[in-house]
């Protein structure tokens, strides 16, 4: 190690023994700091954390064997070798100091050969201990820090947020179609583009930022002391640099884009991992709404945009099973993209949840993920985990209708997927929601608007007409799914499926009208039920 860019820091009560000290090692370049007890050096270790720490063992206050154990407790950024300056020889003294967590011992009076070997000897440890934690700290082909690193450094910087109130800000980047790439131009061309973006994030970050390759395509950055607005200014710069970016492959110019998550820590943020998981909420969205893209955290928090309902709450008390549509019809991530194709003609649907071989979920495939390599090679050998989006986004069943709602009302993401212990339940779509809204307005006797009193009559007999043409409608499903049942054609399970589909919405379209053909008849209203 270079001697002028290595930090000592002496913890020393005697005064003399620390000014001739200092001396032999400052005449050989080292960079000394003094502390007069285990107490200040502990308070010089959280301001600046040296490569070498010599302490004496006998100190008031705190002496060295608890500052040893202190010091090996603590997460500290790099690794401090530590030296005792002891007159224990002991054998005893000497387990017990290793075991404290001590490097090596220097016997009083010291002598300064001695001593100047020992820290010599002890540079080569460290020079061997950084270049190992660099290898394993930086990502081998864009040359930043790995995950491992960026969580380490954000778990300090989280704590310091919350300590003294500062801002925190985090901000997840994907990059959008990357398997394209890879595809059509090779992983060379895939590493190229992946060291662009390692490139310019760099050149974006402060001394005090942090940028990471978390993994694959995805890249996180921590911005200490920025608030979520800040974050975001530094993302749409960063995308649209990306935006701007001609990558030379060969003969070809290739332009890539990439989709960004921001997200603040809040006081509520009750881990680090928590703020990156928001952020990439953040991210997920930006990618179903239409990709090369920044989305804030907040903007899917935020309720202001939403219009408060002044009637009543249609959703107070109901969760996601209470209106998802059910059975949901899966691939199975082995499938071939022609199966696929053919699943979707069966079931008459344009997506589909995707399980693996445990039946939890792992993704979803649409009609237009299968269109995109119609045209492909062999398109229809290829299997459903090789063009299905991982992403998808997807709820527990006892999830709130609430929060689903605001989430559809924000995103051009048309449904989402109800899970119960990771295997798909049931869907929510729009149409679910505008349906429950429907339903309840009618069974509350609320209308979306002022009815005039001489159509009120006219409305409710119209209800009870409609009351007739629904129960023949749900009586000819019955008997198309009692002849399905017996026919039990190849067919038979994505036929059944529909018809009880049907037959569900019937059924909800039935119950929602007895309110207003009730009423007309001066029968009181029946109970409000959960759909």
Not at 300 to 315: K, T, V, W
Not at 340 to 351: E, V
């Amino acid at each position: 190690m270079d001697s002028t860019q290595t930090k000592i820091l002496l913890a020393d009560d005697d005064p003399a023994i620390g000014r001739l000290l200092s001396h032999v090692l400052e005449s050989a370049g080292y960079q000394v700091a003094l502390a007069a007890d285990g107490v200040e050096a502990l308070a010089a270790l959280e301001q600046d954390v040296p490569d070498f720490l010599i302490t004496d063992w006998d100190m008031p206050r705190l002496n060295g064997l608890e500052l040893c154990r202190r010091v090996r407790a603590m997460s500290l950024p790099k690794y401090v070798y530590l030296l005792f300056l002891t007159g224990k020889s002991s054998s005893d003294a000497i387990i017990e100091g290793l075991g404290a967590g001590a490097d090596d011992f220097i016997c009083k009076p010291a002598v300064p050969a001695e001593l100047l070997a020992r820290v010599t000897a002890g540079g080569r440890v460290l020079q061997r201990e950084r270049r190992l934690r660099e290898l394993a700290d930086t990502d081998p082909l864009t040359g930043i820090p790995t995950r491992r690193l960026f969580h380490n450094r954000l778990e300090q910087e989280f704590d310091r947020s919350r300590r003294y109130g500062k801002p925190l800000s985090c901000v997840m980047l994907d990059i959008d179609f990357f398997k394209r790439v890879n595809d059509s131009h090779g992983h060379p061309a895939g590493d190229m583009v992946l060291i662009s973006i390692a490139s310019l994030m760099s050149n974006l970050r402060r001394g005090s930022d942090v940028v990471c390759r978390y993994g694959g395509e995805e890249f996180c950055a921590m911005l200490p002391e920025t608030d979520e607005a800040g974050a975001n200014a530094w993302a749409e710069r960063l995308r649209v640099k990306i935006d701007n970016l001609a990558i030379s492959i060969g003969h070809t110019k290739l332009n890539i884009s990439a989709s960004l998550g921001v997200a603040q820590r809040m006081d509520d943020t009750a881990t680090c991992e928590a703020l990156v998981d928001q952020a990439d909420q953040a991210l997920l969205v930006a990618k179903q709404n239409g990709r090369n893209r920044v989305v804030t955290y907040s903007m899917l928090d935020d309720r202001g945009e939403i219009a408060a309902l002044q009637q009543g709450d249609p959703f107070h008390g109901v969760v996601a099973r209470d209106i998802m549509s059910s059975p949901v019809p899966c691939l199975r991530q082995v499938e071939s993209v022609g199966q696929a194709a053919d699943f979707f003609f069966r079931f008459r649907i344009n997506s589909a949840p995707v399980v693996d071989e445990r039946g939890e979920l792992v993704g979803v495939l649409s009609e237009k993920d299968v269109m995109a390599v119609m045209l492909s090679a062999n398109p229809w050998q290829q299997r459903v985990r090789e063009i299905m989006k991982s992403n998808v986004v997807s709820y527990e069943e006892d999830t709130p209708a609430q929060k689903i709602y605001e989430f559809l009302c924000r995103v051009s993401l048309r449904r989402v997927v109800i899970v119960k212990d990771g295997r798909p339940a049931g869907v929510i779509g729009r149409r679910n929601l505008l349906r429950r809204f429907h339903h309840w307005l009618q069974v509350t006797g609320r209308q979306p608007f002022d009815v005039h009193p001489t159509l009120e009559g006219l409305d409710r007999r119209r209800a009870q007409g409609s009351m007739d043409e629904t129960a023949a409608a749900l009586v000819v499903r019955a008997e198309t799914l009692r002849a399905q049942m017996a026919g039990r054609d190849a067919d038979f399970i994505p036929l059944v499926v529909n018809e009880v589909s049907r037959m569900q919405e019937l059924l909800g379209d039935l119950l929602a009208l007895t309110n207003v053909a009730a009423g007309s008849k001066g029968e009181t209203q029946p109970h409000q039920p959960t759909m």
